[in-house]
């Protein structure tokens, strides 16, 4: 018999009572897994390292209002712009309204220069840059896209729209592979099918995506932008891409605090739980924690071996838990992720994941050392007297 | 002679007991429960304290094999002068010296009955192949070789207990200090622990220090000391 062997059997002891404290464990640690995985994917949405050097123009008044293209000009011409794109959510849908992903009317002729890090731009051959700009009814697609849906280049999309009352029928010119899979989760096309198809967005457009040269030039562009249009028809509101999309991550509410007022809920809970079972488990065993004494344990080594049947319990139900968590992030990546591309990277990290290992064990830990403490210290004659 | 002080046969005391004393508080109330003990017991001896309840008998017990401290007196057991040595040094003094038999044999339910003998030697240096070897022994001592793979509850009274004189012996200790080891037993099964008990001291020269009510047990033994309100009464030469 080994060291480990005896404090698995230990813990076996109750098997009814190990099998009920490993499963609330399981349940704590996958529910605060997620928890925080979905904040980290929230995090990266507003965290995006590529997003540092490109601003959104959009309308004061909101992202339904639309700007004129000719603001195009003006935006082109400060000299911290590097490039701009006119981008339009279209909101299309692809055979079925359920098969829905994120789909674009954008500028073909910056999109390449603007998102370039997002297309992999450096893997692209210029020819297959060529080719998109040359079919003006074709679209290029992400990877993760094309394959969740089996396309290929050269086959046929027809998109039925949601927003606008065009179908457009687009032909595949390039498949793209990115760095993060949630950015390879959308669709662009040319802007000009819009405009055709829908005559009151000719020259309009809802944003702008603007590149700059320096990030540190920012600040003062955007000032000087919604100066510029300040008192027109289509005042703008200018700012960075992370707070663009920080704007939509609000429209969920404070999701941050309610999530980390729900994992300290759970973990608190979870304490309290362990500790009792702990508590009541090695106040059961007075007896034999004095008859091990008796025969030469010290009251330390006792107090370690309880201490190693807790961070077990803690760190088996933690090992289950997040191997849980990880089954339900693939799940989730494949459910949602094509309807909403940033749950395209949701995953369970191994930051998250070695949280949530370090406060079980710490959860372990301070459950069971308190009631190991106090029967380690208690005398050995007064366990022994608990016996029968 | 101390009026406590008795003979127990001469030769080279093994336990050596110089004015013990031993009162528990309850609040600011001294509850004194042995005086004055003088007492020394010789290697290879086997005595039956014996006494009403509250006489001290297993307090008496408790001191000698170092799970508990005297509030007064000196106690030499094996050599060491107990008082000297922390809690640490004590457990490990322990398990080198004194096996232990209890009323309820008190064995871990969820570890065979082999896993019980062995537990004493995951505290020795031995590996895992000697330490087999000495659980085997201890079990074919005792005559449950063939239960050795069995949990205590599918074990009789007898035999636990008798898979609690294997781990008692296991680690080879000096003294073995048995606590009503036959109280939870049947008349049969009582006797064949006591016998058992009588070889480990006939033959292999364990020193037996053993608290009991019954007489029939106490009869196992060489020498009775009888304890009364704290004190040593009187010592009795077993004559078989």
Not at chain 1, 250 to 271: H, R
Not at chain 2, 77 to 98: F, I, K, Q, S
Not at chain 2, 113 to 127: C, D, K
Request: glycine share 8%.
């Amino acid at each position: 018999m080994r060291w480990l062997a005896l404090i698995w059997k230990s813990l076996l002891r109750s098997r009814r009572r190990t099998l009920l404290i490993v499963g609330s464990l399981v349940l704590s640690v996958f529910t605060v897994a997620v928890l925080q995985s979905l904040l980290t994917t929230l995090d990266s949405i507003t965290s995006n390292p590529n997003s540092g050097n490109r601003l959104a123009v959009r309308h004061k008044s909101g992202i339904t209002q639309m700007l004129p293209r000719s603001y195009e000009t003006f935006l082109r011409q400060q000299p911290e712009v590097e490039t701009v794109c006119s981008l339009q959510w279209f909101g299309g849908y692809y055979q079925d309204p359920r098969n829905f992903f994120a789909n674009f009317a954008s500028d073909e002729t910056t999109i390449f220069q603007t998102f370039r890090e997002e297309f992999g731009l450096a893997n692209l051959t210029e020819a297959q840059v060529k080719e998109y700009l040359r079919d003006g009814a074709g679209c290029i697609v992400g990877e993760s896209l094309a394959l969740k849906n089996g396309w290929k280049v050269g086959d046929v999309v027809p998109l039925t729209g949601t927003i606008f009352p065009i179908n457009p029928r687009l032909t595949i010119r390039l498949i793209f592979k990115s760095s993060r899979p949630s950015d390879e989760n959308v669709l662009h096309f040319h802007y000009k099918v819009l405009e055709e198809g829908v005559p009151r967005m000719k020259g309009l457009t809802g944003a702008f995506w603007v590149r700059v040269h320096r990030p540190e030039d920012i600040p003062r562009l955007i000032e000087r932008v919604d100066r510029h249009f300040a008192n027109s028809a289509y005042e703008t509101l200018t700012e960075t891409e992370s707070a663009f999309n920080l704007a939509f991550v609000k429209m969920l509410g404070n999701i941050s605090a309610i999530i980390q007022g729900i994992t300290i809920a759970v973990v608190l809970a979870i304490l309290i739980v362990t500790a009792n079972t702990m508590g009541t488990a090695i106040r059961e065993r007075g007896a034999e924690i004095a008859v091990f004494r008796a025969m030469g344990f010290s009251a330390s080594r006792v107090l370690s071996l309880l201490l190693a049947e807790g961070v077990l319990l803690v760190g088996l139900g933690a090992a289950l838990g997040l191997l849980l968590a990880q089954a339900a992030a693939g799940g989730v990546r494949s459910a949602m992720g094509a309807v909403m591309p940033f749950f395209a990277d949701f995953e369970i990290t191994s930051a998250t994941a070695l949280l949530c290992l370090a406060g079980a064990l710490a959860v372990g830990l301070l459950s069971t050392f308190i009631p190991a403490y106090a029967a380690t210290r208690r005398p050995i004659t007064e366990g022994l007297r608990s016996v029968g | 002679m101390n009026a406590n002080r008795f003979d127990l046969g001469g030769g080279e005391p093994i336990i050596t007991l110089r004015g013990i004393a031993k009162s528990y508080w309850r609040e600011a109330l001294e509850i004194p429960v042995l005086q004055g003990i003088d007492l020394e017991i010789p290697i290879g001896s086997y005595v039956a304290l014996m006494g009403p309840s509250g006489s001290g008998k297993t307090t008496l017990l408790n001191l000698v094999a170092g799970i508990d401290r005297p509030t007064g007196g000196t106690l030499e057991v094996c050599g060491h002068e107990l008082n000297d040595l922390d809690d640490d040094e004590l457990a490990a003094w322990r398990n080198a010296h004194v096996g232990f038999i209890f009323q309820n044999y008190n064995l871990v339910p969820v570890l065979t009955a082999f896993e019980n003998v062995e537990l004493p030697l995951l505290l020795t240096s031995l590996g895992r192949r000697a330490r087999r070897e000495r659980v085997a022994e201890a079990l074919a001592l005792v005559n449950l070789t063939d239960k050795q793979w069995n949990y205590p509850r599918q074990l009789s009274g007898g035999q636990e207990q008798r898979v609690a004189i294997a781990r008692a012996i296991v680690t080879d200790p000096d003294i073995l200090v048995a606590d009503e080891p036959t109280g939870a037993l049947d008349a049969k099964n009582a006797e064949e622990v006591l016998g058992l008990m009588g070889r480990l001291n006939a033959d292999m020269g364990k020193t037996i220090v053993m608290v009991t009510h019954d007489p029939k047990a106490a009869h196992h033994a060489r020498h009775q000391i009888h304890l009364e309100k704290g004190v040593l009464d009187r010592a009795v030469e077993v004559n078989r």
